[in-house]
Structure formats: C-alpha cells, structure tokens
C-alpha cells in the first residue's frame, strides 16, 4: 500500500521566510498550498501603482509571486471586515505603532484552521509559517510562540520549520510526517541564515520588507488613522478610507474637514476616481494637484482650503491661483486666493 501523501497549508505574505518555509517542506515530500489574508493593510501592490516615482517598479502582488516560483496553489481570502475588531480591540494590545501583530498572527492562523476545517475534503494535516523566533519585537518570541499556537486554536498542528528546533516537537514531527533533523534552528533579527538558505534553494528574487508588509507598522500611516478615527469620534473604517490614507499629503486645517492632496500625477489621477463622492479642488490658473476634502467644508472655508492647495502647484510663488471645488450633484465655483506659506501648512497642519 503506497503511504499517504501528506499536505500543509503555508501562510504566505509575499517575504522570504514563508517562501523558504514552504520549500523545506517540498524538500521532505510534503504537498503544500498557500492561503493569504487581505486585511486591506497591505503595502505593496497599491502604492506602486499609484505613484509616478515607482513606474519602472515591477508590480506584483508578492504573495502570488512567490505561490508561482514555489509551483504552489495561492487562496486568496478576504478578510477586511473580520479584521476590524483584531485592529481595533486587540486582546495583546499594540506594537510601536497601530501594529497589533500578536493578535494578527493568532487570527491568521486560527483562520487558516478554519480553512482546512472547511476544505477538509483536501486532506491538510498541519498549517505551517515562516515565524522565526526574536524576528519580530511583538509577535516572534519565544514567549508569544505557544500563546500564537494555543489561543488560535492550531495547537501543535502548528510548525515553523524555520526555528522547529528551538521549540518543542509537533505532531507532524511526532507522527514522522516531517524530519525534526531536516527542519531549522533560526532565531533573532539577523537575515543572514536565511539569505544563505535561499541561495542554496537557488532563489535569488525575493522581497524582505524591514517592517513586515503591513501598514499598521508605519508610524506615518498610523498617525493618519489615528487622526481620522479622532476627527469622525469613531473608530470605524471603510475599504476608501485604508485606501485614501495611502495615498497623498493629509493635511487638517480645522476639525471638521482634511484636505487629502496629491504628491504627483499618479496619485491625482487616482485621486480622481473619489470625485464623485467628495469635494475635490484643483487649479484652474496654473497645472497642480488634485485635492479631496474629506469631511465637512462650509463656505467660508472654501477660500483657506484652496490656498492650502495652491501652496502644492505651480502657482505657489504666483500673487494669486485660480482654483475649481468641485461639489459632488452640486456643480463647481471657482475661487481665487493667494497660496499659503509652507511653513504654516506643513508645520501646523500636516498629519
């Protein structure tokens, strides 16, 4: 009787210590397929496409790029609404920034046992990760290990073939579907074990973002969600607003209203698909940015936001620009004003 092929479920985000993870196991025989969770969060992709000064940038998605150099199955899952309560009640609290990285990496893997529940038909035996011990200050220690593979519910269906011998064995190493002595003992932040296996697996393409790949671990980022959350007394989010706060300068004159304002003709131009659903200004006189308002912009206030988006165009030296605001159903007007200083603008008002 031929022994049972037995298959693994790899969370993949696109760096290289997922993609080593999964080829230590094909190494062994072990059938893998990847899942990855879209929180909305995620930095590549979106930006790249956005802005002009990463044109010659080839963009990928990373998680489909590395499923494709490993010749493995990718399930994208969606999970952008189920995300919201780990980001904004997170159980083990938050890293440097709005990072909840702990509670990140036990619902990703508690959702990643769900998935194989689902598709039990497939026959997955165990979940694996890219986790290294001490790689990450929050959610990669030794302490936070057991606490990721207990409260996600994986128990010791659990491996890191990365750093499998710095912890105690799983089943899979138990049961004999893996061989501990081929797994690794990686641990702390230094990449070099890691660059070194890749090269003797012949990979030479990979991406190793330093902060993860993960937005919420960006203090800039962060500090404008913050700011939104605080401006709208409410900490809900929409799809729009983890897009919006990707892009542009965000700058906050007054409570009620921001000024969201293109960096170049990338952004613009994207910037443009919100003109039907938010006040936008840009510059009739001279060529200049695009400009969303989010929030609430009275009359008497047209005049100050287009002079902070004058400050951004051509017309910034000019005694005077002429502006459009654009109000969605409602028509333009057009408004001439001299631009503000930089220093007022971006020392006071810059999110």
Known sequence: MM????????????GLDSMLAVRVMQEQGIEVEGINFYTGFCVEGHTHAIRNQDKNKQKRNNALWVAEQLGIKLHIVDVI??????????????????????DCKIFMVSKAVEWIKENHHDGFDFIITGEVIGQRPMSQRKATMPIISEESG???????????????????????????????????????PQIALAKQFGLTDFATP?????????????????????????????????????????????????????????????????????????????????????????????????????????????????????????????????????EQVLQEWYV
């Open 210 to 342: 330093a902060g993860g790949c993960c937005f919420l671990t960006d203090k800039s980022y962060s500090d404008k969600l913050v700011d939104l959350w605080q401006a709208r007394n409410s900490r809900e989010y929409e799809m729009d607003d983890i897009m919006l706060l990707k892009v542009g300068r965000h700058i906050r004159p007054k409570a009620e209203f921001k000024l969201i304002i293109a960096r170049d003709a990338g952004e613009s131009k994207f910037l443009e698909g919100y003109r039907k659903e938010f006040i936008s200004i840009h510059a009739l006189s001279h060529s200049g940015p695009m400009a969303l308002v989010d929030g609430e912009l009275d009359e008497e206030q047209y005049e100050l936001a287009a002079a902070i988006v004058a400050r951004f165009g051509q017309g910034r030296m000019a005694d005077e620009v002429e502006l459009d605001i654009a109000l969605p159903k409602q028509g333009s007007l057009q408004v001439k004003t001299p631009p503000l200083s930089a």
């Open 81 to 102: 609404e189920e995300y919201k309560e780990v980001l904004l009640n997170p159980k083990h609290g938050y890293g440097a920034n709005m990072n909840p990285c702990l």
């Open 154 to 192: 994986a128990e010791d269906l659990l491996l890191r073939p990365l750093c499998a011998k710095n912890l105690p064995e799983t089943l899979p190493e138990r049961e004999g579907w893996v061989d501990r002595s081929k797994l690794y003992d990686f641990h702390g932040r230094n990449r070099k």
């Open 3 to 14: 022994e049972k092929k037995h298959k693994a479920v790899a969370l993949i985000s696109g």
